[in-house]
C-alpha cells in the first residue's frame, strides 16, 4: 500500500506519524512557507503541475491511495485531487478539521465579502487573519489593518494603513488579548479554519466584546468521503490494508 498524502497542516504531519512505518506514506507539501514543519517520512515539496501534472505523477509512483489532509481552504488542490482519483479508481479521503462555531461572527462568503462588511460596517481598527492570499481584497479600504501572516506578502497587496505582523501559531489566549488591546482593534477578520492552534483570537476577541466576520468556507467536491480526525483517517488507511 503506496499512500499520497497532501499535507502541510498539524493533523497532516499526526496521521504521517500514526502511520510510519506500518504504511509506505509520502507527503506532498505546497511549498508556500520557508521553513516548513515536516512530518515523519519522505516528503516532496512544491506544486504538480495541475490536473494533468498530478495524474502522471500519480501513476507514476503507483499510489493505491490519496488522504488529502490540506488546509481547508486548499479549494483548488482539493478538486484536483478529487477530480483525478475518480478518474483513475483511487481511493481518495478528505482529513478537515471541523470548523468552528461562528457562534455571532458574521460569515461571510469570500475575502472580498469581508472588505465590503468592514467597509460598510464602518469598521476603523482591524486585526486580519486570513492568510497572505487573502489580503488583496482589503487594499482599497480605508481602514487601518493589523495584519498577521506567515510570510510577507507583496507590497502592492497592502491596504495603505497598515501593521505587518510575520508569526505562525499556535497563537495563547493571553497574547491574543494583548494584541487586539494595545491596537485597539474593533473588528477581527478570520477564515473558518477550525482546529485549536488559532481558536485563541476567537475567544479573546469574545471576551473583548469584539466584532468578528468570518469568510466561510468553500464546500467540498460532491460525492468525497471526508473525516473530521486523525484517527478516523488513519483507521481509513488501515482498512485499505
Given at each position: 500500500?503506496r499512500?499520497?498524502?497532501?499535507?502541510?497542516?498539524?493533523?497532516?504531519?499526526?496521521?504521517?506519524?500514526?502511520?510510519?512505518?506500518?504504511v509506505?506514506i509520502?507527503?506532498?507539501?505546497?511549498?508556500?512557507?520557508?521553513d516548513?514543519?515536516?512530518?515523519?517520512?519522505?516528503?516532496?515539496?512544491?506544486g504538480?503541475?495541475?490536473?494533468?501534472?498530478?495524474?502522471?505523477?500519480?501513476?507514476?509512483?503507483?499510489?493505491?491511495?490519496?488522504?488529502?489532509?490540506?488546509?481547508?481552504?486548499?479549494?483548488?488542490?482539493?478538486?484536483?485531487?478529487?477530480?483525478?482519483?475518480?478518474?483513475?479508481?483511487?481511493?481518495?479521503?478528505?482529513?478537515?478539521?471541523?470548523?468552528?462555531?461562528?457562534?455571532?461572527?458574521?460569515?461571510?462568503?469570500?475575502?472580498?465579502?469581508?472588505?465590503?462588511?468592514?467597509?460598510?460596517?464602518?469598521?476603523?481598527?482591524?486585526?486580519?487573519?486570513?492568510?497572505?492570499?487573502?489580503?488583496?481584497?482589503?487594499?482599497?479600504?480605508?481602514?487601518?489593518?493589523?495584519?498577521?501572516?506567515?510570510?510577507?506578502?507583496?507590497?502592492?497587496?497592502?491596504?495603505?494603513?497598515?501593521?505587518?505582523?510575520?508569526?505562525?501559531?499556535?497563537?495563547?489566549?493571553?497574547?491574543?488579548?494583548?494584541?487586539?488591546?494595545?491596537?485597539?482593534?474593533?473588528?477581527?477578520?478570520?477564515?473558518?479554519?477550525?482546529?485549536?492552534?488559532?481558536?485563541?483570537?476567537?475567544?479573546?476577541?469574545?471576551?473583548?466584546?469584539?466584532?468578528v466576520?468570518?469568510?466561510?468556507?468553500?464546500?467540498?467536491?460532491?460525492?468525497?468521503?471526508?473525516?473530521?480526525?486523525?484517527?478516523?483517517?488513519?483507521?481509513?488507511?488501515?482498512?485499505?490494508?
Amino acid at each position: 500500500m503506496r499512500v499520497l498524502l497532501l499535507g502541510g497542516t498539524a493533523e497532516g504531519r499526526e496521521l504521517a506519524k500514526a502511520l510510519h512505518p506500518q504504511v509506505d506514506i509520502v507527503s506532498s507539501l505546497a511549498g508556500r512557507v520557508p521553513d516548513p514543519a515536516l512530518p515523519v517520512g519522505p516528503v516532496r515539496v512544491g506544486g504538480f503541475g495541475g490536473v494533468d501534472g498530478l495524474r502522471n505523477w500519480l501513476q507514476d509512483e503507483r499510489i493505491d491511495a490519496v488522504v488529502d489532509a490540506t488546509h481547508p481552504f486548499a479549494s483548488t488542490m482539493t478538486a484536483h485531487a478529487a477530480l483525478v482519483c475518480a478518474e483513475l479508481a483511487v481511493p481518495y479521503l478528505v482529513l478537515a478539521r471541523p470548523p468552528w462555531d461562528p457562534g455571532p461572527a458574521s460569515v461571510v462568503a469570500s475575502n472580498t465579502d469581508a472588505a465590503e462588511h468592514v467597509v460598510h460596517e464602518g469598521f476603523s481598527r482591524v486585526f486580519l487573519t486570513t492568510g497572505r492570499s487573502g489580503i488583496r481584497a482589503f487594499v482599497g479600504c480605508d481602514a487601518w489593518f493589523l495584519i498577521r501572516a506567515v510570510t510577507a506578502p507583496a507590497g502592492d497587496t497592502l491596504p495603505r494603513h497598515h501593521h505587518l505582523v510575520l508569526s505562525r501559531g499556535p497563537f495563547r489566549y493571553d497574547d491574543e488579548a494583548k494584541l487586539m488591546i494595545e491596537h485597539r482593534i474593533d473588528v477581527l477578520v478570520t477564515k473558518n479554519s477550525g482546529g485549536d492552534m488559532t481558536r485563541a483570537k476567537l475567544d479573546a476577541a469574545a471576551a473583548l466584546g469584539i466584532a468578528v466576520v468570518m469568510v466561510a468556507r468553500p464546500e467540498l467536491p460532491r460525492g468525497v468521503t471526508a473525516v473530521g480526525t486523525v484517527a478516523e483517517a488513519a483507521q481509513w488507511v488501515e482498512g485499505l490494508c
